[in-house]
């Protein structure tokens, strides 16, 4: 081997780890700042709080004030004296049951003493109206102090007729007799022989729930006593600008606000005294609880929207280019939405973008599109050399999507509302679907964001 020969077999082999060396350094590098890369966008990720969107309803309510009309007897007294009762408020009975007796003596029965049980009655009764209290109820502090009365009067009565001939033992002037089957009530506020045709506008004006107890140890000759409510069924009067002529002679679902209570009616219309047109609903559930009640608060349930619930938390509204559906192309191979712009010299540039609405003639992309690069007043083109300019803008409501792990401006096509939810159409086109996941809270959300795990 010649010296030249074996000089550069020497070179190669001094030189071979050097040149795998740099390569690995090269690759090492590209893998670093690969690394790099993406741990910057993981760290630039948000975490946000999302929704998945599901299917559901949201019930209209409309709240009124209405006035109860009922069948009701009140009775009077006949004669002056001292009066003891034998029934409670709101206690149904059959007709020829002893309701009172007025005597000469001032108690016909002594007051019972209290013991525990009794005393944790009232103690409970106060409770629920100390944990229900509202500047809009302050004032069925009254009713409260009516009801503590009935209890005491329940349980005086109740150890009283545990005499099985207390009856006989009477001794009074006049003894008084149920001459009707209902429930009886000592609240008599001189409206009982009012009829509901005879309601007009400014009938609240004489109308109030005030307590009115006439259990007075004493009467005299005329006093009104008591009265029984011989239906069960009552009729609430009410006015409305909604017109409910639509649901004539139909069940009606109502909440009654004050009581909690929800029942059903049936609605009509009518003309009252004041040749105006008016509204009613028949009842016929818990007649018991407004007995004592002239004027009621309640809601009906007009309507009932379904369709995707969404939290109003959710919805954004903004500006969307209005672009003609001819000017986009589709790349089926990467399934892409694709306009062209013309640049100053003519030349077209290929854009991406996400579609936030579509409709018959019109696709709506968000000014704030994070794979666009269109701006107000650029040129589009087409295949077929058509030209449109960006100059039409729209503002439109949507939410954030996150299928696609970085927010999506969507739109949303609003039936109704609440405070809290709204229901919006389903299946639109590129709009948002059953399932999908939305942005919680809109507003921590910017448009193209990277979502981290959320």
Known sequence: ?????????????????LHIFRVFFVILIIILIYIATNFIKIFNRKTIKYYEVTSGEIVNVDRHTGIIYRDEHVETSTIDGNISFYVVNGERVNRGALIYSIGDAENVFEKSTLNNNDKLLIKQNVKKYVNSITDLNFANIYNVKHNIDNQLDEINIVKQLENSNF???????????????????????????????????????????TIINNKDNVVSSGDPIYK???????????????????????????????????????????????????????VDEYPESFIDKRVVEFEIENKKITGLKIPISSIISKNCYVIPKNMLEKDFETDENIFYKLSYDGERIRVNCNISKEDDNYYYISIDDSLSSLKYG????????DIYSLSTVRKLDGVYNLNKGYAVFKNVDIIDRTNEYAIIRSRTANGVSLYDHIALTATDVTEGDLIADY
């Open 167 to 209: 009856e006989n033992e009477i001794d009074a002037k006049t003894k008084g007799y149920a001459r009707y089957a209902g429930l009886v009530s000592f609240i008599i506020d001189g409206h009982e022989d009012e009829k509901y045709d005879s309601y007009t506008s400014d009938s609240y004006k004489r109308f109030d729930n």
């Open 378 to 385: 650029d040129v589009l083109t087409n295949r077929y050399n």
């Open 1 to 17: 081997m010649n010296e030249k020969t074996k000089d550069n077999v020497e070179k190669k082999k001094r030189f071979k780890p």
């Open 228 to 282: 029984i409510i011989s239906d069960p069924t009552f009729n609430i009067v009410f006015d409305s600008d909604y017109n409910y002529d639509n649901n004539a002679n139909k069940l009606v679902n109502i909440k009654f606000v004050y009581e909690g209570l929800n029942a059903s009616g049936r609605i009509s219309s009518f003309i009252g005294s004041d040749e105006k047109k008016h509204f009613v609903i028949l």
